[in-house]
């Protein structure tokens, strides 16, 4: 088995803040994804990379960075927080071939004030 | 662009009742279909998969069935747990790019 684990839990940021979060996984899969999820919104794919250094945006790029510099850990960055935003962000696995079964974080909640 | 389309956003029901939640695609060909659940303060986890027309997956006593014509994949089941409350998302499969198209979601309350 293994397991994604996501940092921070809670993200609380300023508007025009620039904030990070950080995703890492055991499970040695190659492919790694980063999704926002808003109520009443589903989820939404915002990057994803199929190897270490591999970056492709999803349909909500906008306003987000990712890097993958290692094949464990993806990272996304908001580049500039938006005042009242708030939602959940998922990073989730996948086993090679396999794209469909993909394995999720616990996610990061952003409050931005 | 492909999509997934979940008509209900909650769906509240007793113990041992029925359960169907609908999910409706919009996409060429035949693109494989999934549902996932989440629970409470977790991720989603996948749940089953179906990628022809007429085919039924199921797990854990949900199950749906792949309808072409009708463009559907249903879930159901006979007769739910108040542990099954959770969120349910149907998703749609892009193999060319190795990503899944959500749905909005629908929340199942399970009363006991």
């Known amino acids: 088995g293994g397991i994604i684990t996501q940092t921070p839990k809670f993200l609380i940021g300023q508007e025009g803040q620039k904030l990070t979060l950080k995703c890492q996984q055991n499970?040695?899969?190659?492919?790694m994804y980063w999704y926002r999820q808003d109520s009443g919104k589903g989820l939404r794919l915002i990057y994803y990379?199929?190897?270490?250094?591999?970056?492709q945006k999803g349909d909500l790029s906008e306003g987000y960075d990712a890097s993958r510099e290692k094949k464990s850990s993806f990272s996304l960055t908001v580049t500039s927080a938006q005042k009242n935003e708030m939602a959940v962000f998922l990073c989730a696995s996948s086993p090679p071939g396999t794209y469909y079964e993909q394995y999720f974080g616990p996610g990061t909640r952003l409050t931005v004030l | 662009g492909d999509s997934v389309t979940q008509t209900e956003g909650q769906v509240a029901l007793s113990e041992e009742d029925f359960l169907t939640i609908h999910c409706n695609y919009s996409a060429s060909g035949y693109p494989a279909l999934f549902w996932y659940v989440q629970y409470p303060g977790e991720g989603p986890q996948f749940l089953f998969r179906?990628?022809?027309?007429?085919e039924k997956g199921s797990s854990r006593g949900f199950e749906a069935t792949y309808d072409k014509g009708t463009t559907s994949f249903h879930l159901r089941k006979a007769s739910v747990q108040e542990s099954d409350s959770a969120v349910y998302y149907c998703a749609l499969g892009d193999s060319n790019y190795n990503v899944l198209y959500f749905g909005s979601g629908t929340k199942l309350t399970v009363e006991p």
């Open positions: 499970f040695n899969h190659d492919t």
């Open positions: 990379s199929i190897t270490e250094n591999d970056l």
């Open positions: 179906a990628s022809r027309d007429k």
